[in-house]
């Protein structure tokens, strides 16, 4: 293997049957044919995938269905004839326009219990949440809401593909571009690949915390982590109410990028590529990790959606990270903004090795309720354009069932990151040029968090400091940070993006991770 090859996880014996068949075949004192021996072997590969590679010759064609071909599957083999239509975000004329009145916002006011048992036992113990309340709650999402990893995931090689030497602003960085392979040997016309970049303080004097972003990438060249948000398809931002104008994450206000803050920080950042190993619609759901691990065949209603494939490729890369001698794999935090938002709640919640979270505007699918009638809601994520981000499963509460039999709900997505620290952000919803617009429901993210503070409270951690009823809990005002606690929230001024929250996250976040005594070099030593 080359050297440059990082195995993650260890290659299974499958092959023990057929080196030891003569021994087997002695053993019993009996002859055994070739078909009986054939069958016998399969049996075992059954178990385990081969160690040499399939020509793929025995597996049906990998379905190369449209969204509206894949979704339509689903309902079928849901049994749903039809579904209820999403909320129109830009035409104050439709039937279906969002909702906006917060006297119309709250048709199921009653949440889940985070602290209560499935079978009405209240926890009042940490122990309890851990070993009971915990499961349930993972266990309800797994089915209902994001979807299971499947247990047959292959494992990830990574290679190192480049190392340069430059400045970011004033400070020297070492960038290792990566490439995380996926074993495709279970079904070869399935090719998956995860793109990743690493970027650390070149003068570091020790391993090095990091905030890994959910992002773009033009990997042609490794050099092309713009951060546009660009959202397209059938879900574009022109689905959005208001002006929701994004604003470009440059500079703040011609002042050093999140990364320069990072770096300031003594602190590394990476970028990993979603799409590169998911796509982002549905007719990639029979390719990419997903289509690899199912074969290339059409989902079953509990499997996995792009969110939670997202975050299992956020793993891997941590897993990669705790490889790095440059990384402090123990501090490693996790930001994205929008759809990349909800992906990086649901790594939070699914993944503990993760230290701590930026949320940018995460809306429906992530911190916001989907019990609420604001903006945009749980029928917009059954439709075909946004379907494949869920569990098959969840295409019934837009259809048969309503969002308030969600057996969970955001709050509970929150509380499953708890007693790690998680900094909610926003953007305006109104009043101001470029606002971020009324669609993702800041005021119902808002309500999610102080929901999720129970738990947090439990474990011995702050939450935002509001106690009392969700519902009637008050918003701070805009650009007012509530930072006292473990669970943090800010919205800013400006637009859909998290660019102006970075500061006040840093400051924060200085509180739980923390860098290696500075090295102070200058810009001229980086070679």
């Given at each position: ?162 190392v340069s030497r430059t400045n970011n ?352 070099p200058s810009a001229t030593e980086a070679?």
């Amino acid at each position: 293997m080359p050297n440059n090859v990082v195995p993650i996880d260890a290659d299974i014996d499958e092959a023990y049957f057929v080196r030891n068949s003569r021994q087997i075949m002695r053993y019993l004192n009996c002859s055994v044919s070739l078909f009986t021996l054939t069958v016998l072997t399969a049996a075992i590969a059954g178990r385990a995938q081969p160690t040499t590679p399939s020509t793929g010759a025995n597996l049906p064609a990998p379905m190369n269905w449209t969204s509206e071909q894949d979704h339509r599957n689903m309902m079928e083999q849901l049994g749903i004839k039809a579904l209820r239509p999403g909320a129109e975000g830009m035409n104050p004329q439709a039937p279906n326009y969002q909702n906006t009145d917060e006297a119309k916002a709250n048709p199921y006011p009653n949440l889940p219990d985070p602290l209560t048992l499935n079978n009405g036992d209240k926890v009042v113990t940490p122990e309890m949440w851990w070993q009971q309340r915990r499961l349930e709650i993972v266990e309800d999402f797994d089915r209902e809401v994001y979807g299971r990893v499947p247990k047959n995931v292959p494992k990830v090689n990574w290679e190192v593909t480049g190392v340069s030497r430059t400045n970011n602003g004033a400070i020297p960085v070492v960038t290792k571009q990566l490439v995380g392979h996926v074993d495709n040997s279970a079904c070869p016309l399935i090719n998956v690949n995860i793109q990743l970049t690493l970027t650390t303080p070149a003068g570091a004097a020790g391993p090095v915390p990091v905030m890994m972003e959910f992002g773009f990438g033009n990997f042609g060249g490794f050099g092309g982590f713009g951060r546009t948000n660009r959202l397209g398809g059938t879900n574009g931002f022109a689905r959005f109410g208001g002006t929701n104008a994004f604003r470009g994450f440059g500079g703040f206000g011609g002042g050093p990028n999140w990364q320069q803050l990072v770096l300031s920080n003594g602190w590394g950042y990476a970028v990993i590529v979603p799409t590169s190993y998911q796509a982002d619609n549905g007719a990639g759901l029979t390719k990419g990790i997903i289509g690899l691990c199912n074969h290339g065949q059409p989902r079953k209603p509990d499997d996995w959606g792009a969110l939670r494939a997202w975050a299992w490729g956020a793993s891997r890369a941590l897993d990669y990270f705790e490889t790095d001698p440059a990384v402090d794999a123990k501090q490693v935090g996790i930001e994205g903004l929008s759809r990349y938002g909800k992906a990086t709640l649901v790594t939070m919640a699914y993944d503990q090795r993760f230290a701590i979270a930026l949320v940018g505007s995460s809306g429906e699918g992530g911190a916001k309720l989907s019990r609420r009638n604001w903006g945009e809601l749980v029928e917009n994520l059954t439709g075909t354009g946004e379907y494949h981000w869920m569990a098959g499963n969840f295409l019934k509460y837009g259809g048969p069932l309503t969002p308030g039999d969600l057996p969970v709900d955001a709050h509970e997505l929150i509380a499953l990151c708890a007693p790690r620290p998680v900094f909610i952000s926003y953007g305006a919803a109104a009043g101001r040029p470029g606002a971020e617009g009324t669609w993702v429901d800041q005021h119902g993210s808002f309500m999610a968090a102080v929901a999720a503070g129970p738990v947090y409270r439990l474990l011995g951690k702050n939450d935002l400091g509001i106690s009392g009823n969700y519902l009637t809990a008050p918003m701070p005002a805009i650009n007012t940070a509530l930072t006292n606690g473990e669970l943090a929230w800010r919205q800013h001024d400006g637009g859909h993006t998290d660019a102006p929250n970075w500061p006040a996250f840093l400051i924060w976040a200085n509180r739980y991770i923390h860098g290696p005594p500075s090295a102070a070099p200058s810009a001229t030593e980086a070679h």
